[in-house]
């Protein structure tokens, strides 16, 4: 039982990841294109697919739970803006 538990939490929050990473996408798209504004979720959809990575009952899985803050675009361009802000802005041009 606790293995099908399990199997639907990773489920569940995989696919909820996975429909705010592309959303995300859809979002930049969309502003290229149209030059439509709009707001990317930060952080959220790269989250919850690393935690839905994490509660995965196949062992090899959690290795790469990483890879969602990398290719969801809310996470990736909110730690560039991080790193900008508080390294760039604060440390290097005193």
């Known amino acids: 039982m606790p293995d ?3 199997w639907i939490v990773s489920g569940v ?3 909820f990841g996975s429909w705010i990473i592309i959303l995300n996408y859809a979002i930049v ?5 149209h030059r439509g504004h709009s707001s990317r979720t930060p ?4 989250l919850c697919l690393m935690a839905g990575m994490l509660a995965s ?7 790469y739970a990483w890879v969602p ?5 809310g996470c990736l361009f909110t ?5 900008y802000a508080v390294l760039w802005l604060q440390v290097f041009k005193r």
């Open 43 to 46: 952080l959220l959809g790269g």
């Open 79 to 83: 730690v560039v803006e991080f790193f």
């Open 69 to 73: 803050l990398v290719i969801d675009l």
């Open 13 to 15: 929050l995989a696919l």
């Open 57 to 63: 009952p196949l062992p090899g899985v959690t290795r």
């Open 4 to 6: 099908l538990v399990a």
């Open 29 to 33: 798209i969309s502003w290229y294109l």
